[in-house]
C-alpha cells in the first residue's frame, strides 16, 4: 500500500488468464503515491512509528482454532467452512476484514495482530490494522487526499491519519449463511481541500469453490493440492452531492497482510511495453529497492516478503495483468490475488505525499508492501508482514451512483512439483527462477 498503512509480472502460457480477468466488468485499482526524495524519510518515519505502537502483531505461529477462541472473546468471528478442512476467519467487528485463512498444513495464512486488537480501538493514528483484506478508501495525500486534515499546509507523521468512519467501529451483518457474509456501514471523508464524501459501503465476503478455479484463474486443482478461495465484492456509493474532478475523487482501496518469511516473494506479473519502459515503480514510494529484493524474471516482478526491509512497488493500469501473488518456500503455500482492471484507461487516485500534486490521477492499481524494522535494519520487523494490495478507479459519481472492486484470495498449499506448475500458469514464472534469482546458491 503506498500509506502508512503500511503502518504503509507474462508468458503465453498465461496470456488466456489475461484475456479472462479483462471480461470482467467491476473497476478496480486505485492507489499509488509518488514520493520525491524529500518526503522519503518522512514516510518511512510515519510507518515505523505508527508500527512501533503495534509490535507483537506476528500470528504465523498460532493456530486457527486460537485466532477464533480469541477474536470470539475480543471482537467477533464468523468462520466460513471450505474444503478438505480449510477455513476462512471474517470480523465485521473489526471493521468487516477477512482476518485469516487456514489451508492444508498452514493454520494461519494472514498477519492477526492480537496485541493491538485486545488494545482496543486506542491507537492514535491507525486501528484496522491486520487480516488478508480489508476495506479502505483512498487517495491517502495531495490535495484530494483523505488521510490529513483539511487545509494541513505539511503531511507529517504528526498529522497522518486512517479516516476513523472506516478505522474504528463495526460493519453491520446484512446477511449471513455457510459460504457468504453481507456486510454494510456508512463512511465519511474529507480530502485536504475540506470536500466531504459521504457514501455507503457493502462488502460481500465469500468462497470461491475449487469447481470455480477454471472460471476464475483458468485452473484445475490438482490432486493433492489444498485449497482455500475467497473474495471481497466491494461498493462504494455516493450519498452526498456530486463528486467532481476538480476538488477531488474517491475509490476503494483493498489491503491484504500476510505473515512474512525468509523463504517468501512476491510475484507480480506484468504487460510488455514498447519503449523498454520499466515495468514498475518503487522509489516514488519507499525509496528504491535494493537489487537483490526486487527484479524481474520473464514477465514478472519478483519482491522480498521477509519483513527485513520497509520497501513498496506498485503497477499501473497499462502494465498490470489483473493478478499476482506469493510464495513460501518454508510453508509451500502458493496465495494468489486477482482485482478488476477496466479495459478503458480511467483515473486511479495518487497518494504522493505533497500537498499539491500536478497529476493527481495517476496513481497504480497494484502494490506491494514490505515491512521492516527501521530501528533494527536488516533484523525482522516484530509485525512481520508483507501485502498484496489493488485498488478501484475514482470516477466523479453523482449522488446515487456506485463503484465497485472485486478482490479475490486464493491459496493453495501442497508438493513443490504441483504449485510450481500453477504459479507458471497463473503467474507465468517458475518457482525454480524465482528462488534461484532471490536466494542465489551460496548466499
Same mark, same amino acid.
Given at each position: 500500500m503506498?500509506?502508512?498503512d503500511?503502518?504503509?509480472?507474462r508468458?503465453?502460457?498465461?496470456s488466456?488468464l489475461?484475456?479472462l480477468?479483462?471480461?470482467l466488468i467491476?473497476p478496480?485499482?486505485?492507489?499509488?503515491?509518488?514520493?520525491?526524495?524529500?518526503?522519503?524519510?518522512?514516510?518511512?518515519?510515519?510507518?515505523?512509528?505508527?508500527?512501533s505502537a503495534?509490535?507483537?502483531?506476528?500470528s504465523s505461529s498460532t493456530?486457527?482454532?486460537?485466532?477464533?477462541?480469541?477474536?470470539?472473546?475480543?471482537?467477533?468471528?464468523?468462520?466460513?467452512?471450505?474444503?478438505?478442512?480449510?477455513?476462512?476467519?471474517v470480523s465485521?467487528?473489526?471493521?468487516g476484514r477477512?482476518?485469516?485463512?487456514?489451508?492444508?498444513?498452514?493454520?494461519?495464512?494472514?498477519?492477526v495482530?492480537?496485541?493491538?486488537?485486545?488494545?482496543?480501538e486506542?491507537?492514535?493514528h491507525?486501528?484496522?490494522?491486520?487480516g488478508i483484506?480489508?476495506?479502505?478508501?483512498?487517495?491517502?495525500?495531495?490535495?484530494?487526499?483523505?488521510y490529513?486534515?483539511?487545509?494541513a499546509?505539511?503531511?507529517?507523521?504528526?498529522?497522518?491519519?486512517?479516516?476513523?468512519?472506516f478505522?474504528?467501529?463495526?460493519?453491520?451483518v446484512?446477511?449471513k449463511?455457510?459460504?457468504t457474509?453481507?456486510l454494510h456501514?456508512?463512511?465519511g471523508v474529507?480530502?485536504?481541500l475540506?470536500?466531504? @464524501?459521504?457514501?455507503?459501503?457493502? %462488502?460481500?465476503? &465469500? $468462497?470461491?469453490? +475449487?469447481?470455480?478455479l477454471?472460471?476464475? =484463474?483458468?485452473?484445475?486443482?490438482?490432486?493433492?493440492?489444498?485449497?482455500?478461495?475467497?473474495?471481497?465484492d466491494?461498493?462504494?456509493?455516493?450519498t452526498g452531492?456530486?463528486?467532481d474532478?476538480k476538488?477531488?475523487?474517491?475509490g476503494?482501496w483493498?489491503?491484504?497482510?500476510f505473515n512474512?518469511?525468509?523463504?517468501?516473494?512476491v510475484?507480480?506479473?506484468?504487460?510488455?511495453?514498447?519503449?523498454g519502459?520499466p515495468?514498475?515503480?518503487?522509489?516514488?514510494?519507499?525509496?528504491?529497492?535494493?537489487?537483490d529484493?526486487?527484479?524481474?524474471?520473464?514477465?514478472?516482478v519478483?519482491?522480498r516478503?521477509?519483513a527485513?526491509?520497509?520497501?513498496? @512497488?506498485g503497477i499501473?493500469?497499462? %502494465?498490470?495483468t &489483473? $493478478?499476482?501473488g +506469493?510464495?513460501d518456500f518454508?510453508?509451500? =503455500?502458493?496465495?494468489?490475488?486477482?482485482?478488476?482492471?477496466p479495459?478503458?484507461?480511467?483515473?486511479?487516485?495518487?497518494?504522493?505525499?505533497?500537498?499539491t500534486?500536478?497529476?493527481p490521477?495517476?496513481?497504480?492499481?497494484?502494490?506491494?508492501?514490505?515491512?521492516?524494522?527501521?530501528?533494527n535494519?536488516?533484523?525482522?520487523?516484530?509485525?512481520a508482514?508483507?501485502?498484496?494490495?489493488s485498488?478501484?478507479?475514482v470516477?466523479?459519481?453523482?449522488?446515487?451512483?456506485s463503484?465497485?472492486?472485486?478482490h479475490?484470495?486464493?491459496?493453495f498449499?501442497?508438493s513443490?512439483?504441483?504449485?510450481?506448475?500453477?504459479?507458471?500458469?497463473?503467474?507465468?514464472?517458475?518457482?525454480?527462477?524465482?528462488?534461484a534469482?532471490?536466494?542465489?546458491?551460496?548466499s
Amino acid at each position: 500500500m503506498q500509506h502508512v498503512d503500511s503502518m504503509h509480472a507474462r508468458q503465453a502460457s498465461s496470456s488466456s488468464l489475461l484475456k479472462l480477468n479483462e471480461k470482467l466488468i467491476s473497476p478496480p485499482s486505485l492507489f499509488h503515491g509518488n514520493r520525491d526524495m524529500t518526503n522519503r524519510t518522512i514516510c518511512l518515519l510515519v510507518f515505523c512509528s505508527g508500527f512501533s505502537a503495534l509490535q507483537g502483531c506476528l500470528s504465523s505461529s498460532t493456530g486457527f482454532e486460537s485466532i477464533r477462541i480469541f477474536l470470539d472473546s475480543n471482537a467477533d468471528a464468523i468462520v466460513l467452512e471450505g474444503e478438505t478442512g480449510s477455513k476462512l476467519l471474517v470480523s465485521p467487528r473489526l471493521q468487516g476484514r477477512i482476518m485469516t485463512a487456514k489451508v492444508g498444513s498452514v493454520e494461519s495464512t494472514g498477519l492477526v495482530p492480537q496485541k493491538t486488537i485486545k488494545e482496543g480501538e486506542s491507537h492514535a493514528h491507525f486501528n484496522n490494522f491486520g487480516g488478508i483484506d480489508r476495506f479502505w478508501i483512498g487517495p491517502e495525500a495531495g490535495q484530494y487526499g483523505v488521510y490529513f486534515p483539511p487545509g494541513a499546509k505539511e503531511l507529517t507523521r504528526d498529522n497522518w491519519q486512517v479516516p476513523a468512519s472506516f478505522d474504528t467501529g463495526a460493519f453491520t451483518v446484512l446477511e449471513k449463511n455457510e459460504r457468504t457474509v453481507q456486510l454494510h456501514k456508512e463512511i465519511g471523508v474529507t480530502n485536504l481541500l475540506g470536500v466531504e @464524501f459521504k457514501t455507503t459501503v457493502t %462488502r460481500e465476503i &465469500g $468462497l470461491i469453490p +475449487s469447481s470455480s478455479l477454471d472460471t476464475e =484463474l483458468g485452473i484445475e486443482l490438482p490432486a493433492g493440492v489444498s485449497y482455500l478461495g475467497c473474495y471481497s465484492d466491494n461498493r462504494l456509493t455516493n450519498t452526498g452531492k456530486d463528486w467532481d474532478p476538480k476538488t477531488g475523487l474517491v475509490g476503494i482501496w483493498i489491503l491484504g497482510m500476510f505473515n512474512a518469511s525468509d523463504q517468501s516473494a512476491v510475484i507480480a506479473p506484468f504487460k510488455s511495453a514498447a519503449g523498454g519502459k520499466p515495468p514498475y515503480s518503487d522509489a516514488a514510494y519507499f525509496g528504491k529497492v535494493a537489487e537483490d529484493r526486487l527484479k524481474v524474471i520473464d514477465q514478472s516482478v519478483i519482491f522480498r516478503g521477509d519483513a527485513r526491509k520497509v520497501g513498496k @512497488f506498485g503497477i499501473s493500469q497499462d %502494465r498490470t495483468t &489483473g $493478478l499476482a501473488g +506469493s510464495f513460501d518456500f518454508g510453508r509451500n =503455500l502458493l496465495t494468489v490475488v486477482r482485482f478488476n482492471v477496466p479495459q478503458t484507461m480511467e483515473r486511479y487516485g495518487n497518494s504522493t505525499w505533497n500537498v499539491t500534486q500536478e497529476d493527481p490521477y495517476s496513481g497504480d492499481v497494484f502494490q506491494s508492501y514490505n515491512n521492516g524494522d527501521g530501528e533494527n535494519p536488516g533484523g525482522v520487523a516484530a509485525d512481520a508482514f508483507f501485502e498484496l494490495e489493488s485498488a478501484s478507479p475514482v470516477r466523479p459519481l453523482r449522488k446515487g451512483e456506485s463503484i465497485s472492486h472485486r478482490h479475490a484470495t486464493y491459496h493453495f498449499q501442497g508438493s513443490r512439483k504441483e504449485l510450481d506448475k500453477l504459479a507458471s500458469k497463473i503467474l507465468g514464472v517458475s518457482l525454480d527462477k524465482v528462488q534461484a534469482a532471490m536466494w542465489p546458491a551460496g548466499s
